[in-house]
Protein backbone atom coordinates (compact mmCIF):
# COMPACT_ATOMS: atom_id res chain seq x y z
CA UNK A 1 0.00 0.00 0.00
CA UNK A 2 1.66 3.21 -0.72
CA UNK A 3 1.82 6.14 1.96
CA UNK A 4 -1.65 8.05 1.30
CA UNK A 5 -3.41 5.12 1.04
CA UNK A 6 -2.00 3.78 4.01
CA UNK A 7 -3.11 7.11 6.07
CA UNK A 8 -6.39 6.78 4.62
CA UNK A 9 -7.10 3.68 6.38
CA UNK A 10 -4.71 4.72 9.71
CA UNK A 11 -7.49 8.00 9.83
CA UNK A 12 -10.63 5.48 9.00
CA UNK A 13 -9.42 3.17 12.22
CA UNK A 14 -8.94 6.36 14.11
CA UNK A 15 -12.24 7.62 13.77
CA UNK A 16 -13.67 4.15 13.97
CA UNK A 17 -11.93 3.35 17.52
CA UNK A 18 -12.83 6.71 18.53
CA UNK A 19 -16.28 5.92 18.14
CA UNK A 20 -16.10 2.72 19.98
CA UNK A 21 -14.44 4.73 22.82
CA UNK A 22 -17.09 7.03 22.83
CA UNK A 23 -19.85 4.49 23.55
CA UNK A 24 -18.08 2.34 25.92
CA UNK A 25 -18.33 5.50 27.82
CA UNK A 26 -21.81 6.64 27.71
CA UNK A 27 -22.87 4.46 30.70
CA UNK A 28 -20.29 5.93 32.60
CA UNK A 29 -20.85 9.47 31.31
CA UNK A 30 -24.76 9.15 32.11
CA UNK A 31 -24.15 7.75 35.44
CA UNK A 32 -21.93 10.79 36.03
CA UNK A 33 -24.50 12.96 34.71
CA UNK A 34 -26.75 11.52 36.90
CA UNK A 35 -25.04 13.54 39.69
CA UNK A 36 -25.55 16.98 38.84
CA UNK A 37 -21.77 17.66 38.32
CA UNK A 38 -20.84 20.69 35.87
CA UNK A 39 -18.01 20.13 33.30
CA UNK A 40 -15.38 21.64 36.23
CA UNK A 41 -16.73 19.23 39.26
CA UNK A 42 -16.38 16.48 36.66
CA UNK A 43 -12.55 17.36 36.18
CA UNK A 44 -11.61 18.09 39.49
CA UNK A 45 -13.25 14.99 40.67
CA UNK A 46 -11.38 12.83 37.77
CA UNK A 47 -8.19 14.68 38.89
CA UNK A 48 -9.05 13.54 42.66
CA UNK A 49 -9.38 10.18 42.15
CA UNK A 50 -6.55 9.54 39.26
CA UNK A 51 -3.96 11.23 42.24
CA UNK A 52 -6.06 9.73 45.24
CA UNK A 53 -5.81 13.54 47.17
CA UNK A 54 -4.11 16.44 46.19
CA UNK A 55 -3.53 19.90 47.78
CA UNK A 56 -6.05 22.59 46.62
CA UNK A 57 -3.00 24.55 44.72
CA UNK A 58 -1.74 21.92 43.24
CA UNK A 59 -5.47 21.04 42.22
CA UNK A 60 -5.93 24.41 41.02
CA UNK A 61 -2.43 24.05 38.61
CA UNK A 62 -3.66 20.85 37.13
CA UNK A 63 -7.39 21.86 36.46
CA UNK A 64 -5.79 25.55 35.00
CA UNK A 65 -8.17 27.27 36.93
CA UNK A 66 -7.45 30.39 39.49
CA UNK A 67 -6.99 29.20 43.61
CA UNK A 68 -10.23 31.11 44.29
CA UNK A 69 -12.65 29.15 41.27
CA UNK A 70 -11.19 25.71 42.63
CA UNK A 71 -12.09 26.25 46.24
CA UNK A 72 -15.96 27.26 45.41
CA UNK A 73 -16.01 23.45 43.24
CA UNK A 74 -14.24 21.61 46.26
CA UNK A 75 -16.82 23.29 49.21
CA UNK A 76 -19.31 22.08 46.70
CA UNK A 77 -18.04 18.89 46.26
CA UNK A 78 -17.59 18.72 49.55
CA UNK A 79 -21.28 19.45 50.15
CA UNK A 80 -22.58 17.09 48.46
CA UNK A 81 -20.42 14.90 50.03
CA UNK A 82 -18.22 13.50 47.48
CA UNK A 83 -14.50 14.97 48.50
CA UNK A 84 -13.20 15.48 52.14
CA UNK A 85 -10.34 17.86 53.48
CA UNK A 86 -7.91 16.12 54.92
CA UNK A 87 -4.96 17.18 57.05
CA UNK A 88 -1.34 16.30 55.77
CA UNK A 89 0.37 14.28 58.18
CA UNK A 90 3.90 15.66 56.87
CA UNK A 91 2.84 19.23 57.27
CA UNK A 92 -0.64 20.07 59.01
CA UNK A 93 -1.18 23.37 57.95
CA UNK A 94 -1.93 21.72 54.30
CA UNK A 95 -4.76 19.96 53.93
CA UNK A 96 -5.26 17.33 51.04
CA UNK A 97 -8.63 16.88 48.66
CA UNK A 98 -9.47 13.27 48.60
CA UNK A 99 -12.19 11.81 47.16
CA UNK A 100 -14.98 10.47 49.83
CA UNK A 101 -15.23 6.55 50.32
CA UNK A 102 -18.49 6.39 48.12
CA UNK A 103 -16.79 7.61 45.66
CA UNK A 104 -13.75 5.55 45.73
CA UNK A 105 -16.33 2.57 45.82
CA UNK A 106 -18.14 3.53 43.00
CA UNK A 107 -14.91 3.61 41.22
CA UNK A 108 -13.93 0.69 42.51
CA UNK A 109 -16.99 -1.70 42.17
CA UNK A 110 -19.44 0.22 40.19
CA UNK A 111 -17.73 1.55 37.19
CA UNK A 112 -16.02 -1.41 35.58
CA UNK A 113 -18.78 -2.68 35.67
CA UNK A 114 -20.47 -0.07 33.43
CA UNK A 115 -17.50 0.33 31.40
CA UNK A 116 -18.04 -3.04 30.25
CA UNK A 117 -21.54 -3.05 29.87
CA UNK A 118 -21.99 -2.17 26.18
CA UNK A 119 -18.87 -4.28 24.96
CA UNK A 120 -20.75 -7.84 26.80
CA UNK A 121 -23.92 -6.47 24.77
CA UNK A 122 -22.44 -6.21 22.11
CA UNK A 123 -20.06 -9.51 22.39
CA UNK A 124 -23.57 -11.48 23.77
CA UNK A 125 -25.56 -10.64 20.47
CA UNK A 126 -22.43 -11.83 18.21
CA UNK A 127 -22.42 -14.96 16.76
CA UNK A 128 -19.42 -16.74 17.89
CA UNK A 129 -17.54 -16.45 14.42
CA UNK A 130 -18.06 -12.55 14.96
CA UNK A 131 -16.63 -12.76 18.69
CA UNK A 132 -13.96 -15.04 17.54
CA UNK A 133 -12.98 -12.11 14.45
CA UNK A 134 -13.49 -9.15 16.87
CA UNK A 135 -11.06 -10.88 19.44
CA UNK A 136 -8.36 -11.47 16.94
CA UNK A 137 -8.95 -8.35 15.25
CA UNK A 138 -8.09 -6.39 18.41
CA UNK A 139 -5.40 -8.69 19.27
CA UNK A 140 -3.51 -8.29 15.81
CA UNK A 141 -3.84 -3.91 16.22
CA UNK A 142 -2.51 -4.16 19.53
CA UNK A 143 0.36 -6.46 18.35
CA UNK A 144 1.31 -4.10 15.19
CA UNK A 145 0.69 -1.37 18.01
CA UNK A 146 3.02 -2.43 20.33
CA UNK A 147 5.55 -4.15 17.79
CA UNK A 148 5.90 -0.52 15.98
CA UNK A 149 5.91 1.49 19.51
CA UNK A 150 8.95 3.33 19.64
CA UNK A 151 10.53 2.96 16.51
CA UNK A 152 10.77 5.31 13.29
CA UNK A 153 8.28 5.01 10.53
CA UNK A 154 9.35 2.36 8.01
CA UNK A 155 10.45 4.04 4.87
CA UNK A 156 9.11 3.04 1.71
CA UNK A 157 11.31 2.77 -1.29
CA UNK A 158 9.09 3.39 -3.67
Known amino acids: MRKPQILSL???IDRD??????????????EIARGGLTGPQQSAMQVLVTSGG?????LSREL???HSTVCGIVDR???QGLVERQSDPADRRVSKIVPAGMVLEFVRQTMPSLEMRPLAEALRAATPAQRQ??????ATLRELLERAGGKPPVRNAE
Open 10 to 12: AAE
Open 17 to 30: LRAVRRILGRPVEA
Open 54 to 58: IRLRD
Open 64 to 66: GLA
Open 77 to 79: LQK
Open 133 to 138: QVRQGV
